[in-house]
């Protein structure tokens, strides 16, 4: 395949908060710092969202990543109005919200940071095991308002999630970020989908 090489856009979104009304989801509210994901899984329901932004649902998604660089201010925003109502938020529905540019962008931090202000409970799926960087606060939201942590680890075979999940970390990275969540006092899960006959 031609090289693709990664682009990133600013969004200047007005709202963070995407509410969900599906009953095969676990969680109402969900929050994305970011859209489009470099780990390019090859599976991710997320894919098709994409053209909404007018970019393809392949490569584009791997490579062509949307950054909501106000993200912090407009869920601080979302949890003022008199009409909101403290529910859990998950980051993220259509994302990894630790993928790469968290680690210079850091909006799900700052995220975090405002849940803890507002003692508003929140959830993440993630794959990273950047996600590590954040134990202190999501142990301190935790205690707080609480906060789970989501480990999505679909294969244990490093060759076959190389295949599949081609820029993710490996499966034993994730157990290790499992394992330090843990020691960090942080409510941790481990997500199995997709179960993929032969794999």
Request: charged content about 25%; glycine content about 6%.
């Amino acid at each position: 395949p031609p090289v693709a090489e990664l682009e990133v856009y600013e969004d200047h979104s007005r709202s963070i908060l995407s509410e969900n009304d599906s009953p095969d989801i676990g969680f109402r509210w969900s929050a994305n710092p970011y859209r489009g994901c470099f780990h390019a899984c090859a599976y991710c329901y997320a894919r098709p969202y994409h053209e909404y932004l007018g970019y393809g649902a392949g490569t584009d998604f791997d490579t062509k990543l949307v950054v909501k660089s106000n993200a912090p201010e407009l869920l601080a925003e979302a949890f003022s109005k008199r009409s909101w109502r403290g529910e859990s938020v998950t980051f993220s529905g259509i994302t990894d919200c630790y993928q790469p540019l968290e680690a210079a962008y850091e909006l799900t931090r700052r995220c975090l940071r405002v849940c803890l202000d507002f003692r508003n409970p929140a959830s993440v799926i993630t794959k990273s095991f950047l996600v590590v960087r954040d134990a202190d606060l999501l142990a301190e939201l935790g205690k707080a308002a609480g906060a789970k942590v989501f480990i999505s680890i679909p294969f244990f075979d490093r060759e076959a999630a190389k295949l599949i999940e081609p820029q993710a970390p490996p499966p034993e990275r994730r157990f290790e970020a499992v394992r330090r969540l843990r020691q960090a006092g942080v409510p941790v899960g481990v997500m199995v989908a997709p179960i993929i006959p032969g794999l």
